[in-house]
């Protein structure tokens, strides 16, 4: 049996869009932090039945889900010339049941599991390359720290340690249980329906630019107010799409509202939203206790995720 674990990451400069949907290739270069704690720990064990069998947290998979996991398994069958099928058990360790995005540390995980299973030493470039075929910002999750995942490039690049920025990724949980439409499906929309799409890929070159080199230069302040443009222009986009994609909940304005507060106070925080309600709060390392308190303290806030810059995806002793 083969063990692996990957970290979920939260992109700074956000991937929204697709240059090739076959090939699952960006439109737009992304820039992330891999998050510690927010942790799928993966197995992968070669079986004698017809069939994979898949278990996510606990449950047989069907439908979607499943696919994705068999068409990365065949894949690697056809590069390992093997026939053999597998089981699969993933597990979320996430600290709470909100539906954070978990695609990117599973489909990380899976690729460094199911490969090692098949006898197969694939690098990190490749390791990379065929989790974001599955998910494209699964790439980024094969890498610790600071990554990036360029345009025209089959795989995600590590940008710095996760040492270099001193920071805090504070996840505020906003919502429980919410059903909204999925990141995959609300790009393609965004890109058929939204007039404010071709602005929105236009611009992401330079928004990139400015994200790195603030990132490089340890600026982050500068790298703050990229990460927020990032977002707003991609929920703008999104918003003008037919019929509009609606992430934010009255809680989500509520928490991007204090955080601007906050910086209003001298505090050095700047928010990010996903595909989803929950907001994620940038922070240097020793404003975080008392960030951290003062969003507790807002009613729209259910719980509160503290997040240091994590590792990258690796194999584990199997048992
Ligand atoms: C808003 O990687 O989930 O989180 O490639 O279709 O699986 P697919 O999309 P996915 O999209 C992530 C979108 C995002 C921004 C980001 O992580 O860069």
Redesign the pocket.
């Known amino acids: 049996m083969s063990v692996a674990v990957a970290h979920a990451n939260i ?1 700074l400069i ?3 869009g697709k240059a090739d949907r076959a090939l ?1 290739l960006p439109a737009v270069p ?1 820039l ?1 932090l891999t998050l510690a704690g927010l942790r799928t720990r993966t197995e992968a064990r070669l079986i004698t039945g017809a069939e994979d069998a898949v278990t996510l947290d606990g449950r047989p998979a069907g439908g979607r889900p499943r696919a994705r996991v068999i068409a990365m398994l065949d894949q690697l069958r056809a590069r390992a010339g093997a026939t053999s099928r597998l089981a699969i058990t993933s597990h979320n360790e996430f600290p709470t049941a909100a539906g954070l ?1 978990s ?2 540390s599973g489909f990380a995980a899976l690729a460094l599991a199911a490969s090692h299973a098949l006898g197969l030493e694939l690098t990190r470039q490749q390791l990379s390359a065929l989790a974001r075929q ?5 790439a980024r999750s094969v890498f610790g720290g600071w990554a990036e995942l360029l345009t025209g490039c089959e795989h995600a690049s590590p940008i710095a340690p996760p040492e270099h920025l001193d920071v805090r990724m504070l996840v505020a949980v906003t919502r429980r249980g919410e059903k909204a439409i999925g ?2 499906e609300a ?1 393609l929309h965004t890109a058929e329906t939204s007039p404010y799409y071709d602005a929105w890929v236009s611009s992401a070159g330079a928004l990139f630019t400015r994200g790195k080199s603030a990132l490089l230069a340890r600026d982050l302040p500068e790298l703050g107010r990229a990460m927020e443009h990032s977002t707003l222009a ?1 929920h703008a986009s999104m918003l003008a799409a037919d019929p509009g994609v609606l992430y934010f909940a009255p809680e989500s304005l509520a928490v991007m509202h204090a955080v601007r507060e906050l910086r209003g106070r001298g505090f050095s925080t700047f928010f990010t939203l ?2 989803g309600p929950h907001v994620k709060v940038l922070c240097p390392s020793v404003e975080a206790p008392a960030v951290a308190k003062e969003l507790r303290a807002l009613p729209a806030v259910l719980e509160l995720l503290e997040a240091a810059p994590g590792p990258a995806a690796e194999l584990l002793e199997a048992p």
């Open positions: 992109a956000k991937y929204w699952n992304s992330s995005a695609s990117a599955a998910s494209a910002s699964a990141s995959t790009m991609m996903d595909a």
